[in-house]
């Protein structure tokens, strides 16, 4: 098992920045995949940023450029640095990681508001 605790999340002007960090403990030897999904209100849950833990990383298109994944494998966190944030970026915000035997495991979620 492995758990999620996600921190970071708040209230911000358009243009603004904010740093997501979201720690794993349990088995997190197991991970392999880390990254962060997002959910509006009305909206589809979807996947904004991971990184393996080989270092590749995957962004969604339209925070390519803001939003940079980074991760700390000797303290099992991962990090999203969102820059330039816009109102159509707020939604809660949800860590998850995936093991080599394919389990998904999702922390609680953070919510991010962006204010116009």
């Known amino acids: 098992q492995v758990q999620l605790v996600e921190s970071g999340g708040g209230l911000v002007q358009t243009g603004g920045s904010l740093r997501l960090s979201c720690a794993a403990s349990?088995?997190?030897?197991?991970?392999?995949?880390m990254g962060w999904y997002r959910q509006a209100p009305g909206k589809l849950r979807e996947p904004v940023a991971a990184?393996?833990?080989?270092?590749?990383?995957d962004y969604l298109d339209s925070v390519k450029g803001r939003f940079t994944i980074s991760r700390d494998t000797t303290k099992n966190t991962v990090y999203l640095q969102m820059n330039t944030l816009k109102p159509e970026d707020t939604a809660v915000y949800y860590c998850f990681a995936t093991s080599r035997a394919g389990v998904t495991y999702w922390g609680q979620g953070t919510q991010v508001t962006v204010s116009s």
């Open positions: 990184i393996s833990d080989g270092g590749s990383t």
């Open positions: 349990g088995s997190a030897f197991t991970i392999n995949v």
